[in-house]
């Protein structure tokens, strides 16, 4: 039987989540959402996700707050996205290549 990866999308913008949700289960995912820290939380340990697309300004705490909380509660860990300026880690796109059947130069564009 083989197990879909799972993602969560915290966002407090119902639209986003359901435009989140739509690609995401098309690429195959099982998708789960919070529109809160607190309600990441509790969905992050019900469902432990491959990947969590997280919003920065939410109503509770800030998305960064979320990620730290998360990461020393879960074990999650991986790539953040926007990088500033100063940043000098590669882009995401950049280790999709490294993932069987994709192709970097695509990604990266």
Same mark, same amino acid.
């Given at each position: 039987?083989?197990?879909?990866?799972?993602?969560?999308?915290?966002?407090?913008?119902?639209?986003?989540?359901?435009? =989140?949700?739509?690609?995401?289960?098309?690429?195959?995912?099982?998708?789960?959402?919070?529109?809160?820290?607190?309600?990441?939380?509790?969905?992050? =340990?019900?469902?432990?996700?491959?990947?969590?697309?997280?919003?920065?300004?939410?109503?509770?705490?800030?998305?960064?707050?979320?990620?730290?909380?998360?990461? =020393? =509660?879960?074990?999650?860990?991986?790539?953040?996205?926007?990088?500033?300026?100063?940043?000098?880690?590669?882009?995401?796109?950049?280790?999709?290549?490294?993932?069987?059947?994709?192709?970097?130069?695509?990604?990266?564009?």
């Amino acid at each position: 039987m083989r197990t879909w990866p799972t993602a969560l999308v915290v966002d407090d913008h119902e639209g986003f989540r359901a435009f =989140a949700r739509l690609i995401l289960e098309s690429a195959g995912f099982t998708v789960t959402e919070a529109a809160t820290g607190a309600e990441a939380a509790s969905a992050a =340990a019900a469902t432990s996700p491959q990947l969590v697309l997280l919003d920065i300004q939410l109503p509770d705490t800030d998305g960064f707050e979320v990620a730290r909380r998360l990461t =020393a =509660a879960h074990g999650l860990h991986g790539q953040h996205g926007q990088p500033g300026p100063g940043d000098t880690q590669p882009h995401p796109a950049q280790h999709l290549g490294e993932a069987p059947g994709v192709d970097a130069r695509s990604a990266a564009t």
